[in-house]
């Protein structure tokens, strides 16, 4: 039986254990971290639940690809959702007025023609689009093996606003339609139309969020991974991967463990990942490639406890902007800050967090500082733009700052800490048209046994790390049907 060590616990990790185990490997997770679930992890204060990193998913009603995707991997009694309300998954604030997102094609459609008349027809251009790349990914779609390689190629190499610019004339739709950029880290002249139509398209199709916090998500694999054999070890940081002139032979953990592996699986940062590397099988030119690709941008994240009963459910996702676009959020001056805002509830109510871009920078003096030990100007810091972020909530959904009970927050170093990415970005490398192949993270590398998977694979989110997951486990297991419901 061969060895697997899958070096990071986060959904790539767990779900790339799961579907390898279910094909007869033997696999060890190795994770750095206290708790399992990278993103996937929440933290509990005052008695409350927050989740940090996956907030909602989409596609997840049977027969969707989500819904297939999570019966597969075991998910669907452990995972209990509550649907985003259907007229309303997401609310677009801009300019003073605020837009709807309703789900599927024809609801989207109609709400969005009735705020822009003039503009239906576009409309109905740019959904047919959206629903020719998202069919064209039949991992993505698990519809169909046709793929349309033309719309594939064109719509990866131009970008959403260079589209967005020959579909429509309305300046104040297109800045709406973008209006939920945040999910992406989308930057102008840079993010590839396509990646906007498969956000748009899993989030179109249904949304929901996870009853009890998206750690089930994590909760649920692990259970199903040691069923299945499979071992999971936290506090156990991967320091070097050793190899022979060939190949790798094991990974060292920080307490100078070795673990012996036919195949090492990395789903960690590729530039964490360059740093447990010292041979001569990976050139220069590779590192210098991978360590210059950029990432997406940061986050400051404040996790808010109502007062009791003193603020109703918000069933949808909440985008606000402090001027009439949501391009440019991740550039701002100080006293700019911060430009725009997601707004959302937990499931259930009680909670919820506001997410605006923080620049790394901005916390750069305490890097290299730890949890709980960076200093009174540290707290003073997170205080100062936490009060400011709940301001310009304020300024949308008047009340707001009166219902909060108290609060938390965290920086982009929170995210180092926890996850190990690059500069704090929220998503891991950024999708660049202007970098061509270059800007992309294979999943192979010049060591034969040693493959990457996780979200800078192929793409953030629950469905971009899964179909990374199962591009990555192909390259082992050869039966095209590894989650056998096509
Ligand atoms: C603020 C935020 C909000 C998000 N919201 C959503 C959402 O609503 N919906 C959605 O679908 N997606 C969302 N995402 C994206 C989604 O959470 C991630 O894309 C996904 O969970 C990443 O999984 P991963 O396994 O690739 O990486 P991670 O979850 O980062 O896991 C990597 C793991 O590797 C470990 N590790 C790192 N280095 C080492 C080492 N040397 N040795 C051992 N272990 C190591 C880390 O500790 C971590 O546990 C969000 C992300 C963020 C940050």
Redesign the pocket.
């Known amino acids: 039986m061969s060895k697997v060590i899958i ?7 767990l779900t790339t254990a799961y579907i390898l185990l279910k094909n007869g490997y033997e696999v060890t997770i ?4 206290m708790q ?5 992890q929440s933290f509990v204060r005052k008695g409350v639940k927050f989740e ?6 989409g596609s997840a009603l049977p027969g969707q690809t989500m819904y297939n995707m999570m019966n597969y991997f075991g998910l669907i009694d452990d995972v209990p959702l509550a649907q985003l309300d259907t007229n309303a998954y997401n609310t677009i604030s801009l300019a003073g007025e605020e837009f709807e997102f309703a789900n599927g094609r024809e609801a989207f459609l109609q709400k969005m023609a009735s705020y822009f008349p003039n503009e239906k027809d576009n409309l109905s251009k740019y959904v047919s689009i959206i629903d020719r790349i998202a069919a064209a990914s039949t991992l993505n779609s698990l519809t169909s093996d046709q793929r349309d390689l033309a719309a594939q190629t064109e719509y990866q190499l131009r970008s959403i606003n260079d589209v967005m610019d020959e579909l429509f004339t309305d300046e104040l739709l297109k800045n709406v339609l973008v209006g939920d950029l945040p ?1 992406y880290a989308a930057e102008r002249d840079k993010t590839p139309f396509s990646q906007h139509a498969f956000i748009f398209d899993f989030y179109n199709q249904s949304s929901f969020r996870v009853k009890g916090g998206s750690d089930a998500i994590a909760a649920s694999l692990i259970k199903s991974i040691k069923n299945m054999g499979g071992e999971l070890f936290t506090r ?4 070097k991967i050793h190899c022979n002139d060939t190949q790798a032979t094991g990974v060292e953990t920080q307490d100078e463990c070795f673990y012996p592996a036919d195949y090492v699986i990395s ?3 590729p530039t ?1 990942l360059l740093e ?1 590397l010292d041979t001569k099988l990976i050139r220069p030119a590779f590192r210098s490639r991978i360590n210059n690709i950029p990432n997406t941008a940061a ?1 400051f ?1 404040v996790y808010v406890k109502f007062k009791e009963n003193a603020m109703p459910y918000m069933n949808t996702n909440y985008f606000g902007y402090s001027s009439n676009t949501p391009w440019d959020c991740e550039h701002y001056n100080e006293d700019e800050w911060p430009k725009g805002f997601l707004y959302m509830h937990g499931a259930g109510g009680g909670t919820a967090e506001i ?1 605006s871009y923080m620049k790394i920078d901005d916390v750069y003096k305490w890097v290299g500082t730890s949890i709980g030990h960076r200093g009174e100007d540290y707290e003073e810091f997170k205080r100062r733009h936490a009060e400011r972020l709940i301001a310009e909530v304020e300024k949308h959904k008047p009340g707001f700052a009166q219902a909060i009970d108290c609060y938390w927050t965290s920086t982009p170093l929170t ?1 180092i800490d ?4 690059e500069g704090g970005s ?3 490398v950024a999708k660049d048209i202007t970098l061509g192949a270059a800007g992309r993270v294979p999943y192979r590398t010049k060591i034969p046994n040693l493959l990457l998977a ?3 694979v192929n793409s ?6 899964i179909v990374g997951t199962i591009v990555t486990c192909s390259e082992l297991i050869k039966d095209k049907d590894i989650y056998g419901h096509r």
């Open positions: 070096i990071g616990s986060g959904l790539g990790g190795l994770e750095q971290g399992p679930g990278g993103c996937l940090t990193g996956m907030h909602f998913i999910l156990k940081k991967v320091t789903t960690i940062h964490r447990l986050g994240a997410l995210y926890y996850t190990g990415t929220m998503y891991g996780g979200q800078n953030h989110g629950m469905m971009g790390v």
